[in-house]
């Protein structure tokens, strides 16, 4: 069913063009990108500075030109990265939309990354890892990346301190030669929601970008990590008044590993993210009262990068001890003693509601119709990965979660007012 | 004697169609299937505008609580109000402000029944108690506290205390700190029984179910339930003609300074609106607005921003600016109290005029990204006295002209309509 709502077709100089119909009277959102980000920098500093930078000038514009440019046409554009992929999205009338997208090819073909520009970003980004550093679960998450993953890594995370002195190591230079080595054709790929259809988003693609060069662009390789030791680590920060605590475990496996799916359903049973419906909100939050929020998820993983499994909770200083423990004891017990035949079934239909639910927009169809073909997956994929949910059965669970989470070798992370040796049983 | 409940229909307008149940529901219905997923939005036209003193805060707290138990969900019997629809992956909230509170879901649409009837369970069916209030106290003194923490919205809230002598606009939705402390089960329940009734109603349903279907649920859950044995109370109060400009002084450390102009605009059903939310964007939405150009372009600020609420009544707009460290605040008010009353001689041109309608004419469209958005649309245009506002503000908007900026710039910018606000942070 979902392959019918997303459609793609290869542009013959490799663009990937995927358009989603979807009425929103006369308008369209749209993401694309090219391969780039973090992996490609080097750097996740130097891939946001990169890809922020596109909107502050081109050899044709300046950054009040193309602001009052958007406002004249009524549109909304942004560029961001990813660990692997410099991307823009945005949404504007359809009719506009072949201006708008002139527009992002200037920007790709002729940025002009103006050094004014450039030092006022860099004040920004400065402020905001000051932020970051004074952020409890920000600093727990860094510490556990660092933990599980090696410094070549796409899932490994600089320390604040670290961030802030690539940041100031970033010139107009470093990012013209970044550009320069990323910008190809090739690997560009164009989602488009709403009232449009394939055919005349194709031709649009191929009327702006075909013009961009058509270079090799090879993404560095890694290797993949795998649970290894337990290691503990805690950031000290004593005038927060609560502390984030993260336990998690390398998994070395992909979302194209014949297990993820059920162990996907498996964390969900143990931590579902979204609500009360997993078994750490009822139990260490409604049954015994220790913690606001605490739930289960497998960040950093996709079709070419291998993630890890984890558990968030916050704390109040004084309940942490018994909230770590009970997080422990949810993770053991899970591993143990498996998961209900009861439990499969409804996180099963819970999984497929919000698959539905989250495509209901024309922004979100579109996100998803890019991150299909950004991991080399078309609509079918759903289809496909929907289904092996939906077949899944206790036992599938239970040998998933037996095989990637060993209770002994979840290292662990937390930051706020807490105690050095906190974590040492 | 128990009547077998009757849905009669009104109208159908852009393929919405319109029903009134037999004890007073109006009903909204549209039909798409674009995705499989059902949206539902119960709008209650109750705000903040309906509190009597000493009890302001109150629809906000209600909203809160009725999330508690209600008569078939609740924790007794498993079927929780939150937890319930969570299971069927349904993306829940609820709203409150001045014209209307409203709840809402978005699930997929095999479980829409799921959702209609939860909502008329809790219409008339909320359980909620002193434990139950007393435990969500916690989340109303910490929205509390966020509001007040917040520069732009104190200075905002102050401004509209002073715009307003008499209506309940001058009370912000959140309520007055001692009013919120006072709160009791007893009184929310009061209050609950005086506006909660399906005769002061109206829930939208868009999205994949049939007609036939929708019709039938609504007839199954909705239609027991009794009118208001008593008529719902009317609010009556009409602010009186301000007649001299007003002005709001804060001095904080806030970490910013921020001037603010506000001036009385007509309620949202009026003639003039869709005109005065085009003088308000060529003035100060975007990066190609007046204010843009004359206060961030030139260094005195930051930021600009403008508000055009469409309420009900006759309501209030604010130009508002975060001003650089160093400026003289008196000398931004002036320049920018210059800059909007400089549109009295030099009005807009066709081309400047086109592009603020391009810009309205987006967020027109966006709103309707959805089934979701597109209710909660629908709800903010029934709280404003009229559905199909929605529907209309596409043709309404590209039907304004030049001279319509000029005439309600003159008829709304006017001195003793005025309330300026500054806010100066201090070390």
Redesign the interface.
Known sequence: MYSKLITQTTLPWGATVLSAAFPVHGTVSFVGSIAGGSRMAGTEELAKIHAAMLAEGTAKRTKKDIQLFLDDIGASLSFGSSNDRLVFAGRVSEKNLHKLFAFVAEALLEPSFPARELTVLKQREQSNLALEAQDTRTQASIALSRALFSPEHPNYAHTTDESLAILSSITRKTLVAFHESILSRKTLIVSIAGDITLERAAKLVDQKFKKLPAREVTLPEFAPSEAAEAKREIVALPHKASIDYMTGIALGITSDHADYAALMLGMQVLGNPRGFTGRLMKTVREEEGLTYGVYASMPGISAKTDGYAMVWGTFAPALFPQGRAAIRREIEKIVDKGVTDAEVKKHRELYDAYTRVQLADSASLAQVGHNLAAQGRTAAYLDRFTKTVLSLDSKHIRAALKTYLKPELFSEAAAGPIEKNALAS | MKTTPTLSKVRTVSGVTEYKLSNGLRVLYRR?K????VAVCVTFHVGSRNEAPGHTGATHILEHLLFKDSKKFNKKNKKAI??YL??????INASTWLDCTNYHE???SE?AEAAIELEADRMRGSLFSDADLASEMTVVRNEYERSRNNPFELLEEEMWGAAFTEHPYRIPTIGLKEDIEGSTAKKLREFYDQYYWPNNATVAIYGDISAKDAEALVLKHFGPIPSSPEAIPEMTIVEPVQTESRAVSIAKPFGVSIVSLGYKIPEATHEDSPAVLALATILAD???SRLQKKLV?TGLATDVSVSVPELRDPGFMTFTAQINEGVDLAKALTTMRKEILSVLKTPPDKQELA?AV??I??H???D??????EVRAVSEAIAAGDWMLVYRA?EHIKAVRPSDILRVAKQYLVASGETSGILKNIA
Do not use: Q
């Not at chain 2, 969570?86 to 993306?91: R, Y």
């Open positions: 798409e674009a995705a499989p997923v939150t937890d969570e299971w069927f992956g349904a993306k978005l699930l997929p479980h975007g990066f190609s372009d592009r391009e810009r004419l987006s027109i469209a966006y309707r990204d959805g089934v979701l958005t596409e």
